[in-house]
């Protein structure tokens, strides 16, 4: 076996040992909480960093590996563009998949002048589409159960959404834009009344 062989079979080994990592992560807390526990709230949402904002921080501060950070996010994606998970926009409307496939992607008309004479006026029109590198965030969706003898909490993840940064034109942090909801459970989304 050459090494280049070599290199590439472990390669895939460890790509298969992070999907395996990833896809534990996403089922492990669907199980449904012990009859003993008290249901604490039946839905809670919080963003979690996935991608540290600030490179001064320790490495696993508010970060996920890269590889495993792209692994999660790519199965997050995929399941999303393939239609193998039903995805919903912020108000639970369902999305198609090419609906999906245009989210993040802003189209601007600009009329700009020309800056050498005759200086006339032309239209321009400028596309952007975020990138898989750009979703630093991850929305979640959750149960969480109490046991009020030892008060261990118990979560249970019920939908995720992939979150990006959105800035304005001169390069200021608007806020973070959900861009879909993937939901993990059958009664998701239900009416919150």
Not at 1 to 8: A, H, W
Not at 50 to 62: H, M, T
Request: hydrophobic letters at 35%.
């Amino acid at each position: 076996m050459t090494l280049d062989y070599k290199l590439f079979i472990m390669k895939k080994i460890i790509i298969l040992v992070i999907a395996g990592l990833t896809f534990g992560m996403l089922t492990s807390c669907k199980d449904k909480p012990d009859k003993s526990k008290t249901l604490l709230t039946e839905r809670i949402q919080y963003d979690v960093n996935i991608k540290s904002p600030n490179p001064d921080y320790d490495r696993w501060v508010q970060n996920i590996d890269r590889r495993k950070r792209e692994a999660f996010v790519n199965m997050i994606m995929d399941a999303a563009y393939s239609g193998k998970i039903q995805a919903y926009d912020y108000f639970n409307n369902p999305l198609t998949v090419e609906q999906v496939k245009l989210i993040g992607v802003d189209t601007i008309y600009k009329i700009l002048t020309r800056d050498y004479h005759p200086y006339d006026e032309y239209d321009t029109v400028i596309i952007s589409k975020f990138e898989l590198k750009d979703i630093t965030k991850i929305r979640f969706l959750e149960e969480w159960y109490i046991d009020e003898d030892n008060l261990e909490i118990e979560k249970k993840i019920t939908g995720i959404a992939p979150v990006i940064e959105k800035y304005d034109q001169s390069g200021n942090l608007l806020g973070f834009q959900p861009l879909f909801w993937l939901y993990l459970e059958k009664n998701y989304p239900r009416s919150t009344l």
